[in-house]
């Protein structure tokens, strides 16, 4: 986490996508009340891992809770590799929706 | 009786009584009525019998029910489909999915009534991120990244409101409309606004020009089918996406038939396609 990255990186890598499995990458989850939480995966690391452990960190069941990347919904088996996600993206939270009526 | 040398009396003209002249308009009215609104075809009040008998198994099987594109159904959504029951996010998506799937094989006579329609759906959490975050603070215009939405006939859109009550919202790009459909009768002008909103600020992210909104209206109509009960709008919600997107929208089901379209919505969930036979 204390690496810095821009220092660190030539600047002709710049959009160069990055294709190294190992590689890490910084992802924003925000709720849908807008509390932010950071993890840092690497890029070949199921986001099911992720999904638990923000899930445990807030305290709620994971099967009332939806992962969303750019309104996709998150699949067991999805990395941010499959899902071709980009340094410092984020991941949407968003509850259970349920209606029958207007109260 | 007839004195001589004179003529005879002229024919009396007919003159028709006044019932016989009402009854006359009543009918051809009627006839004219029936041409322009044709009766509607009913909806049967239950499935083939092998067909109930695999939604009962369906409400019996644990775990995951279905799964289709990025959505999938559990034992614990689809109970949910049991008469009086609100429906949740899962079902109102999953059969979103299976409208998009549908609309994408673009099968040429795939349904009796209607013809199927270019539509995109977007899911439930759409209109949430739309509604309280925003275009950009949303990041709204990735969600439509691998997708025209101005090239579709039609964009379909569930509206979850206060956690309480779904309606289903339309962009009718072969109409020109915004149009809102709530078997309460109430959501109206916010959603007709807020589609607009939509659209202006995806044309100007996507297309870099403003959009032509000329021609366009707002499209609430009276004759939206009502519910008479504090459940069934989700069943209403998915029945007018799916009619939409067939460019259906004169419906044909009312409130009696949602007991048959809950457990229809079942079979067509656990098959993980729409049945095409009504």
Known sequence: ?103 | MLKRGSSPPPPKPYIPELDKLLSYFRTRDAAIDERLHPPRPRLPTSLPEDDEKSVEATFRRPGVIAKIAREQVASADIVRLRPRQWLNDEIINFYGAMIMARAEEQKENAVPRGKILKAFYLSSFFWQKLSTDGYEKGRLAKWTKKVDIFSRDVVLIPVNHGNAHWTAAAINFQKKRFESYDSMGMATEAVWKRLRDYVRAEHLNKKKKPFDFTGWKDWAPDSTPQQDNGYDCGVFTCQFLESLSRGEDDFVFTQEDMPYLRRRMVWEIAHTRLRNDV
């Open chain 1, 1 to 103: 986490m204390s690496d810095n990255e821009h220092g660190g990186n030539p600047s002709q890598d710049e959009g160069v996508k990055q294709e190294d499995p190992n590689a890490t990458i910084n992802i924003k989850v925000v709720s849908s009340t807008g509390e932010e939480v950071f993890f840092k995966i690497k890029r070949s690391t199921k986001l099911s891992k992720l999904q638990g452990a923000y899930a445990s960190k807030v305290g709620k069941d994971v099967s009332s809770i939806r992962f969303l990347y750019d309104g996709d919904r998150i699949q067991e088996d999805d990395t941010p590799l499959s899902l071709e996600m980009e340094d410092n993206d984020t991941i949407d939270v968003m509850v259970e929706q349920v209606g029958g009526r207007r109260l």
